[in-house]
């Protein structure tokens, strides 16, 4: 199978120069979490911006200077095995398709593992217990919102889980929640706003390795993560088959899930990147 037979043709883009209100508008309409970039005027692919780009360059405003350039790309004509290959060597979800140096499509995750597992014979009965991610970071839901970014951020995740007082599996959220309820102003000067770099912030923690890293975010409202979590999540079973998960992912538009017992307890997280290396498999 080459990466014609599973891309994306139609896709969406944006061009330099631009700003990050382009790409906040195009993702928002869209709701895609990542995006080509071409020269304005043409179709030459010239970097690459994320969601994850927009938080952690928060003080920036410039497209150019957001995106990423000269990112890894691939043809038509590739083998599928080999994207695969790129993706989870580098821990990308999306690749760039290009013809001739111009932008003609791009391959992602869910384009693939869709093309692959979905309509397998071998996956229709196979469940997903032995892809679950068992190591899952949680948060309370009255964790202030910004701590639960850094925590996120820290652990480098797409996502928290976020629990109750009891233990139990109150919602999650993700990175593009934290996008949506971000502000574009930036907090210019931390210690006049906190009025002292040992000042103390909303919940009472005092820190100035704190107050660094809160100068690189976007401005998140100091709202208990339990009033912004999407409640009404969706989840699958440690019982359910691979085909039937990846069917799930792509009809929700997500790329990962909480597993749930048959009592309701978590048991941890399918992430669509985990069924990825099932798919070379099929192709080869």
């Not at 692919?45 to 150019?64: F, H, M, P, S, Y």
């Not at 692959?116 to 899952?136: G, M, R």
């Amino acid at each position: 199978m080459m990466v014609k037979h599973c891309m994306q043709s139609d896709v969406v883009y944006v061009t330099v120069p631009g700003a990050r209100e382009d790409v906040l508008q195009l993702m928002a309409e869209r709701q895609i979490n990542g995006l080509p970039v071409v020269k304005k005027g043409t179709k030459t692919l010239v970097g690459i911006v994320t969601r994850t780009d927009l938080l952690r360059k928060a003080d920036e405003n410039q497209l150019a200077m957001l995106m990423k350039r000269d990112p890894v790309t691939v043809t038509p004509s590739t083998k599928v095995t080999k994207a695969v290959t790129i993706m989870m060597k580098n821990n990308y979800r999306r690749l760039p398709v290009v013809s001739k140096g111009e932008l003609v499509g791009v391959v992602s995750v869910p384009d693939i593992i869709s093309a692959t597992l979905e309509d397998s014979k071998k996956y229709q009965s196979e469940s997903i217990a032995n892809y679950i991610a068992k190591e899952v970071v949680s948060v309370w839901d009255q964790t202030p919102l910004p701590l639960a970014y850094m925590m996120m951020e820290m652990a480098g995740r797409s996502s928290l889980v976020v629990v109750n007082a009891n233990g139990g599996v109150a919602g999650l959220i993700t990175v593009s929640d934290f996008i949506k309820l971000s502000e574009v102003t930036i907090e210019d000067n931390i210690s006049m706003t906190y009025g002292g770099e040992e000042s103390t912030v909303g919940w009472d923690w005092t820190s100035k390795d704190f107050l660094v890293v809160t100068k690189r975010l976007l401005k998140l409202p100091n709202v208990p993560v339990g009033q912004v979590m999407t409640q009404n999540m969706i989840s699958v079973s440690e019982v359910t088959t691979v085909a039937e998960c990846v069917k799930t992912l792509r009809v929700n538009e997500i790329d990962q899930a909480p597993v749930l017992s048959a009592a309701g307890n978590l048991i941890g997280m399918i992430e669509d990147r985990s069924l990825l290396k099932l798919a070379i498999e099929l192709v080869e």
